[in-house]
């Protein structure tokens, strides 16, 4: 557990979150008044249909954009008037964040870029332990090839890799298995369990594929910068029927 984590069982709260882009004249409400909890140790696919928020949410509850009003907590701490170098060291501690365009360092190897986020926490680096979750994720034969050696799937790995090798207290993903094929998505999926159930870190993920949120404990849905629906339990035929309904 780094400092700054607590023992609270609530790992992130928002509310009345609201979250606007543009101009007075072109003004888009991304998301609008919304109230979620997440509790510490669970995993929550987050869906709903193109334009309905689902990126914005993960990026204000992850610290990475200002909300236009409203509070996002994670455990006891209000991220909405943390300073930057405030929001900067929570990123580095106890907040993991894969991307959809995996963000590589492009003159790094695999393995340096997994190391990156340890060494910028000032952590001493473990290279058996960057090496280890390289392995989990199927590349133990890349640990020294730079991304434009990879493809985009293993790309995405070292990405994954690079989120957990930290073993942050909240971990946000944006389309985790996107551009992974079926087997190695299935890989990806057991890893985040596993992570989930052995250390009580929280899971928070967006995707659009109702057979990765049945791997979820809940999905919640989005629309029009609304939640307007969650789901515990959930089946690949119970969030696919969500889904249809909410894109009819």
Avoid at 82 to 107: K, S
Avoid at 110 to 119: D, G, K, S, W
Avoid at 140 to 162: N, T
């Amino acid at each position: 557990m780094s400092q700054g984590q607590t023992l609270t069982s609530t790992a992130v709260e928002l509310h009345d979150l609201v979250r606007e882009y543009g101009s007075r004249q072109a003004r888009v409400r991304a998301l609008d008044g919304v109230n979620l909890r997440f509790d510490r140790g669970s995993w929550t696919a987050v869906m709903g249909p193109s334009g309905s928020g689902k990126s914005t949410l993960l990026h204000t509850a992850a610290g990475l954009e200002r909300p236009t009003s409203g509070r996002v907590l994670h455990g006891d701490r209000d991220l909405t008037g943390a300073t930057e170098r405030e929001l900067t060291l929570m990123r580095r501690q106890d907040i993991g964040f894969v991307f959809q365009n995996f963000n590589l360092l492009g003159a790094l190897t695999a393995e340096q870029n997994v190391a990156l986020p340890l060494r910028l926490a000032g952590h001493k680096v473990s290279m058996s332990d960057v090496r280890r979750a390289l392995v989990a994720l199927g590349l133990g034969d890349r640990l020294r090839h730079r991304p434009r050696e990879l493809s985009g799937g293993q790309q995405q790995r070292v990405a994954i890799a690079r989120a957990m090798v930290t073993r942050p207290a909240v971990l946000f993903a944006d389309e985790p298995t996107g551009a992974l094929d079926s087997r190695a998505a299935r890989g990806v999926l057991a890893l985040l369990r596993s992570m989930v159930d052995s250390t009580r870190q929280t899971l928070i993920m967006v995707t659009h594929d109702p057979a990765v949120a049945a791997s979820a404990d809940s999905v919640v849905f989005l629309s029009d910068g609304r939640v307007v629906d969650r789901l515990t339990r959930p089946t690949v035929h119970l969030v696919a029927d969500r889904l249809a309904a909410l894109e009819a």
